[in-house]
């Protein structure tokens, strides 16, 4: 069964053709990382690329990570190729195949079949690979809750800004910033809402993708604060110099992960036999109920899944 909870704060991107930027990959302190077959390989890279990656998997020393392999998008001669080859060379040191550039659920289905079809012939147990995608252009956008309800494999939703600002015509060269001239709020407020609301509705994560500008940790820190605050379960990175402040960002603070296991304590007491079974509860000065309790089931799982 595919897990939909793993841990995703820090999304680690290797370029699949890079053998000793996959080794330095390895003593990252990030959730996941993927291997890329996709935009960071050059077409006649490609082949050898996977050979690579296949390799990289199955030498393992990735400890609890996600791992992860992008493969090409649909509209280019690869994807079959991409998805053959590494999983039936590493499906077993795999969790999850990433899909770019999704415009439908037509292209998620495809996979999910594929990908049975793979784990029957080799004997990998059922739905044992999951699916991630990435939405960056107009018609992903569009179609984004039949993308999220397209394959029980489906784990998380991934914004993919770039390509998504190319797609849109948005007329600016600085990845994941605010366009020049858009001063009244946040140009990514509605793609980021539409598509984390999609991913909710269908019990998948939602992930941000890169931040280009790798010497500017501020503005970094800024952008991912804006998707942690949303609900974004984390954020993509391209640097070891960007790992420690996404994870950061993308875990509560200790007093706002103590303070939530508080209020479950303090909830689940009141609402016990011993508590009187009350409906409304109070920790300190503050009243709780059924709705603070969701809340802070909310930030008490991202604690846990920090390992706070
Ligand atoms: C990532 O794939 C992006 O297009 O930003
Ligand atoms: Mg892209």
Redesign the pocket.
């Known amino acids: 069964m595919v897990d939909t909870q793993r841990c995703r704060r820090s999304c680690l991107a290797v370029p699949g053709s890079e053998p000793r930027m996959i080794d330095k990959a390895r003593g990252l302190e990030v959730d996941q990382f993927f291997l890329d077959l996709e935009?960071a390989v050059a077409p006649l890279a490609k082949a050898e690329a996977r050979r690579t990656v296949v390799a990289a998997l199955n030498e393992g020393g990735w400890g609890d990570r996600v791992r992860t392999v992008r493969v090409n998008a649909l509209d280019t001669a690869w994807t079959y190729r991409d998805v053959v080859d590494v999983v039936e060379g590493a499906g077993q040191s795999l969790d999850t195949v990433m899909l770019?550039k999704v415009s439908g659920p037509d292209q998620v289905r495809w996979l999910d079949l594929t990908l049975g079809q793979l784990e029957r012939a080799l004997g990998l147990a059922e739905s044992s690979i999951g699916i991630e995608v990435?939405i960056?252009d107009a018609k992903g956008l569009a179609d984004v809750d039949a993308i999220a309800a397209s394959s029980a494999r489906l784990e998380a939703l991934i914004f993919?800004?770039?390509?998504?600002m190319a797609s849109i015509n948005m007329p600016s060269l600085v990845?994941g910033e605010q366009p020049p001239g858009y001063d009244v709020g946040d140009a990514y407020h509605y793609v980021l809402m539409r598509m984390l609301t999609a991913a909710r509705a269908h019990g998948l994560q939602a992930v941000d993708?890169?931040y280009l500008q790798i010497g500017d940790t501020e503005g970094l820190r800024r952008v991912a604060r804006r998707s942690a605050a949303l609900g974004l379960d984390g954020k993509w990175v391209l640097h070891p110099s960007q790992v420690d402040t996404v994870n950061e960002v993308f875990s509560p603070s200790q007093r706002d992960y103590d303070r939530a296991e508080n209020v479950l304590d303090a909830y689940a007491w009141y609402t016990s036999e011993e508590g009187g079974r009350r409906g409304a509860a109070m920790l300190g000065d503050e009243m709780i109920d059924e709705a603070s309790r969701k809340m802070a089931l909310v930030v008490a799982a991202k604690g846990r899944a920090a390992g706070l």
């Open positions: 935009d770019p990435q960056e993919g800004p770039a390509d998504f990845v993708g890169p």
